[in-house]
């Protein structure tokens, strides 16, 4: 992006100077600078850098060159302009223009421009960046257009343009989005890895795209908890005893906590009005149990313990079937069938002594 324009290629002249109107390929890169940035009489979209009356020939060591280092998405592109030498003069001057991917900062960089001999053809010079319509322009106060000189310095033109705000999502370790935004609120109840992906919406239609891990270990001595539902069938109170179900809320050594049971979620936060251990169930009952570290108090978790209690009573003794061929007959009738309608209770055995057909065709 360059004045707020999206561009993916660059026209190298030869006297120190690149510029993103590719109508300009080919043509002559014109050494006589004449105008102060901003003028539309310079060439426009360029930087300039510096950009000044220079020769390179291959019976010399001069030479102009790219390259692109770093990896993405912050590589720089980087041209060179290596002991070119001063038109009319024997001097020689050398210099580079970086271009750095995302940020759309601009370099330049010299090591040498002396102030040209008195042979010269044209002595003025230039370092700055200009805009397409050549009305906008920036260049260093003793930089701009004119007769200088600069040894071992250097220029950073950076953007200013509106603040690019991302797109943040939080994965977990499966991969699944678990929230959304910059700011977020996760609970994780075991070890985890948390990935931040930040999505920025940069020049053009290109996309920038930043990953983070954050890993989140729980200390050994963190209680974790996990909830538990058990079924009984009975047709008298059944007696449990509550400590039994300390390996089925947590994943941890039950013997490094300390458990509790409580009537109701409050009870269990604020660690009162537990119950005793020893345990009538006689209906269905949901019970709350703190597991707390046993050196800090306010270390806690509380699981939810679900006990359903499911009498053994027949639904019914009354089964009605269809007799198919109205012979009072059914033949290979899978008594099994019949579990859901008489029994509720599963994983019980059916004996059926006599079954009544009724029901005509």
Not at 85 to 94: F, H, K, N
Not at 133 to 152: D, H, I, V
Not at 243 to 266: E, G, I, R, Y
Request: proline share 5%; with cysteine; aromatic share 12%.
């Amino acid at each position: 992006m360059f004045f707020n324009q999206y561009f993916e290629s660059v026209v190298i002249g030869s006297n120190g100077m690149i510029t993103f109107d590719l109508n300009q390929q080919g043509n002559i890169n014109y050494p006589n600078v004449l105008w102060q940035n901003p003028d539309p009489g310079l060439p426009k979209n360029s930087i300039f850098g510096v950009y000044h009356d220079m020769v390179f020939s291959a019976a010399d060591a001069s030479e102009i060159y790219y390259s692109t280092i770093g990896t993405a998405p912050y590589r720089k592109f980087v041209i060179s302009y290596y002991d070119g030498r001063v038109a009319g003069c024997t001097d020689r001057s050398s210099s580079q223009i970086v271009l750095h991917e995302t940020t759309n900062i601009v370099e330049v960089f010299v090591d040498k421009k002396l102030t040209p001999c008195p042979t010269r053809k044209f002595e003025n010079a230039l370092i700055g960046i200009i805009n397409d319509t050549g009305t906008l322009g920036y260049s260093p106060a003793s930089r701009n257009t004119g007769n200088w000189q600069a040894l071992q310095e250097a220029w950073k033109f950076t953007p200013n343009g509106n603040t690019i705000q991302p797109t943040v999502t939080w994965t977990n370790s499966a991969g699944q989005t678990v929230a959304s935004g910059i700011q977020a609120t996760l609970c994780p109840t075991q070890n985890e890895v948390y990935t931040a992906n930040v999505v920025f919406n940069i020049c053009g239609n290109s996309n920038l795209t930043l990953t983070d891990d954050f890993t989140l270990d729980f200390d050994p001595s963190y209680p974790i908890s996990r909830n538990y539902t058990q079924n009984f069938c009975g047709n008298t109170p059944i007696q449990l005893n509550l400590n039994d179900f300390k390996p089925n809320v947590t994943s941890q050594n039950p013997a490094s906590f300390n458990f509790t049971f409580h009537q109701s979620l409050a009870d269990a936060q604020n660690n009162q009005n537990s119950i005793s251990t020893i345990y009538s169930l006689n209906s269905n009952k949901v019970l709350y149990v703190r597991i707390q570290n046993p050196n800090v108090p306010g270390c806690f978790r509380v699981a939810v313990l679900t006990l359903n209690f499911i009498t053994k009573n027949l639904l019914t003794d009354s089964i009605l079937l269809c007799d198919t061929n109205n012979d009072g007959i059914e033949q290979n009738y899978d008594l099994s069938f019949l579990n859901s309608q008489l029994f509720p209770c599963r994983n019980i055995w059916i004996f059926i002594l006599s079954v009544s057909i009724g029901c005509s065709k």
